[in-house]
């Protein structure tokens, strides 16, 4: 294919280069390197996630709490997917010096769940002042999210606990992820979770995550595999890799992420830890520029592509390339008419004497 037809996805959609790989600083951590290297700085916003496969399983509350300790906690949010909580044992799920929310997997029938599994906790250091953002939080068969809010350093955070069920429509989970969000895009957003979409394979999963996310000017910031497990195939032990855990930000700010390769649960632990006072003492404005996609214009999108009459003409083209010219030019001036460009400004503020 000659280069000038080729595909140019840097015009088709800007947010594909929004995220740089080389302004991220993501490492792979033992307990030992953690404690060596890492050093976190008292103005920094702390998460941590994990799929816990059961946090009240014998000894894994002991389990995390003795890495919490040794690690010397830094954490200022506690994430856990995959809880299996109860009513019946919720309230044994604790952590010193934290406030608990729990979201429970239902037990009745108004939903088809499963007996067991799912369910999403949150722990908030107990400084902290923060809202329950209810309204937000959401469990149906695909989909178990709980979010709160609250302020950090004079900047006002909207923080979900994501938990995607395996094996159920990834469309319908990454709309409830819009719908939930697309409103709050002036919020700073960060969604911890386990999403059970491998962004290591190329497939139109992969690419439906990417696109809701992307949309909403969230980019991932944990790089490599999360959940590391062996399977038997075609009768011997095979070795799998996916990266299905990731922290979702929108912030400007620079940040540190990573994976603490300890094996608590069948996942490793994941966080971020976000640097407000790194921002330029200066106030400034930087312009994002971004695409809006949403259910109404793609559908408009793919309707109108489908029903073109250019394309009645290009099935008639006998020419393979030349057809494929006459795709991408009716591809991208549909993309551009129902996705322009939108342009937004976002102020760099400077004052940052207030700690949450």
């Not at 600083?25 to 404690?35: E, L, M, R, V």
């Not at 809880?83 to 108004?110: A, E, I, M």
């Not at 989909?143 to 004079?154: A, G, K, S, T, Y």
Request: glycine letters at 4%; charged letters at 20%.
């Amino acid at each position: 294919m000659p280069a000038d037809n080729r595909l140019n996805m840097e015009e088709i959609d800007p947010d594909i280069n929004h995220y740089n790989e080389n302004t991220v600083n993501f490492k792979q951590y033992s307990i030992d390197t953690f404690i060596k290297d890492m050093k976190i700085d008292s103005g920094t916003l702390n998460l941590f996630h994990n799929n816990a496969h059961s946090i009240m399983k014998d000894g894994r509350l002991d389990e995390y709490n003795i890495l919490l300790n040794t690690i010397g906690n830094p954490f200022h949010i506690l994430v856990f997917t995959e809880t299996w909580l109860s009513d019946k044992n919720k309230d044994l799920c604790q952590f010193d010096g934290y406030v608990p929310l729990h979201l429970l997997r239902p037990t009745d029938n108004q939903y088809d769940f499963k007996t067991r599994g799912g369910g999403v906790s949150v722990f908030i250091k107990e400084h902290i002042e923060f809202k329950h953002r209810a309204d937000l939080s959401l469990i149906s068969p695909s989909i178990e999210c709980i979010f709160v809010e609250l302020n950090f350093h004079n900047k006002k955070y909207l923080i979900g606990g994501v938990y995607r069920v395996p094996n159920t429509d990834v469309k319908t989970f990454c709309k409830s992820i819009n719908d939930l969000i697309e409103p709050h895009r002036s919020h700073n957003i960060i969604l911890l979770g386990d999403y059970n979409i491998c962004l290591q394979q190329n497939n139109c999963h992969k690419i439906e995550l990417q696109n809701t996310m992307q949309s909403n000017s969230l980019y991932p910031t944990i790089l490599a595999p999360t959940r590391v497990a062996s399977i038997m195939r075609d009768g011997q032990l095979v070795t799998t890799n996916s990266l299905i855990d990731n922290i979702y930000l929108n912030t400007q700010s620079k940040f540190q992420s990573g994976i603490l390769e300890v094996s608590i649960s069948d996942h490793y632990p994941i966080f971020a830890l976000i640097n407000e006072q790194s921002i330029p003492s200066s106030n400034k404005e930087t312009t994002i520029k971004y695409r809006l996609i949403n259910e109404n214009t793609l559908n408009k999108f793919k309707y109108d592509l489908a029903n073109n009459p250019e394309i009645s003409n290009i099935f008639r083209t006998n020419s393979g390339q030349e057809a494929f010219s006459k795709f991408l030019t009716l591809f991208n001036n549909l993309y551009d008419i129902y996705f322009p460009i939108k342009s937004k400004k976002k102020l760099l503020e400077k004052d940052y004497s207030n700690p949450g």
